[in-house]
Structures are given as C-alpha cells and as structure tokens.
C-alpha cells in the first residue's frame, strides 16, 4: 500500500509537472513577440469576439461582415460556429467580475494556452480512468504536454477553433469513459 501511495504522488507531481510545461511551452510566442494574435482565421475569429463583446448576442448573429469577403461580405451570424467567441467573452466577462481586467485581446491569445493545459489535464484524467494506473496517466499528460500536432493547434495567439474543441472532445470522451463504470468499479 505504502509504494502504490508513492506512485500515485510522484505521478501526480509528473502531471503538474507536465501542466506547468504545457503552458509554458504554448506562451513562447508571447514572450517572443508579445500578445499577438497570428494568421489570418485568427484574426477573423478575434474581430468576431470582439464584436460579439461590444454589440452583444443579438447583433452578432445578425452582423453582416463587409471587411471579409471582400468585396462581398459574410454574413457571420449564420455561418460560423461560435462557440470560441462566446467562450472568449464569457471568460473576459468572468474575469472582470472578479477583478481582473484582460482586454478581449489578451484573453484571445491565453485561450489556446489556458486550454492546451485544460486538454493535458483532461488526457490524463481519461488515461487513468482507462487504465487505472497513475504511472500512465503521468505519461500521457508528459507526452501530450508537447506533442507537435497538438502544440501547433494550441500556442498562444492560435486563436482558432482546435484549441478549445480539443479540450471538449476530451471532456466528452472522459465523461463517457467515466459513465461506462459499472457498480462495483466504483471506488
């Protein structure tokens, strides 16, 4: 019992571990170049955030984008998928009831950060609860931390849909893994 305790401490410092390096490592570009948000899907999703921020639910799903498409336009509200602009601002607007005042910029470009290491915790939940064994749980979350296919989706600034539909696939595919339990697989 004595070892299995051990394991389970030192996996879990490996997963904090892994967690302190998933987001450093995504935030490179900030200290690089500062808070910035890069390509060009990226900028059009920042511009929606920052619309839907300012004008509201309403106007968003109704806003007729002349500034893409050009000469055109778009009509944003009934062909984008929202659900980054609306987390973005629902963040912005969370941290600013508690007192931290982020412009929509700032919390654009944290996004893939914050979730990127969202995503790491969840890897690592999902593995343990496949295997029940801290060990590979603490491996997942290390290689996950810094796997190349996922980072290039999740650096600071990347400010595109992969960075948080890979948190919720994740989420999802935990929450099931977890309901599959069966009564005595409880602890």
């Known amino acids: 019992m004595q070892q299995k305790n051990f394991v389970a401490v030192v996996a879990t410092l490996c997963v904090v571990h892994a967690i302190y390096r998933a987001y ?10 500062g808070k910035v948000i890069h390509e060009f899907d990226p900028w059009f999703n920042f511009r929606a955030s920052q619309y839907l921020d300012e004008h509201g639910w309403y106007a968003f ?3 007729y984008d002349y500034m893409s498409w050009y000469p055109l336009g778009r009509p944003v509200g009934t ?3 929202p659900g980054l602009q609306l987390t973005s601002v629902a963040i912005r607007r969370v941290l600013a009831m508690l007192g931290v005042n ?6 654009c470009v944290y996004i893939p950060a914050w979730f990127g290491s969202i995503s790491t915790i969840l890897c690592a939940l999902l593995a343990y609860e496949s295997s029940r064994s801290f060990a590979g ?5 290390s290689l996950f931390a810094i796997i190349p296919a996922h980072l290039i989706r999740s650096m600071a600034g990347e400010y595109d849909n992969e960075c948080i539909a ?5 989420l999802t595919f935990y929450l099931w893994v ?5 009564p005595g697989s409880w602890p």
């Open 137 to 141: 749980a603490a491996i997942t979350a």
């Open 61 to 63: 799903f109704h806003w």
């Open 102 to 107: 982020m412009t929509i910029n700032d919390v």
């Open 24 to 33: 450093t490592i995504r935030l490179i570009s900030v200290s690089l170049y």
């Open 178 to 182: 977890r309901s599959l339990r069966g």
């Open 79 to 81: 062909t984008i998928y």
């Open 166 to 170: 890979m948190a919720a696939m994740l």
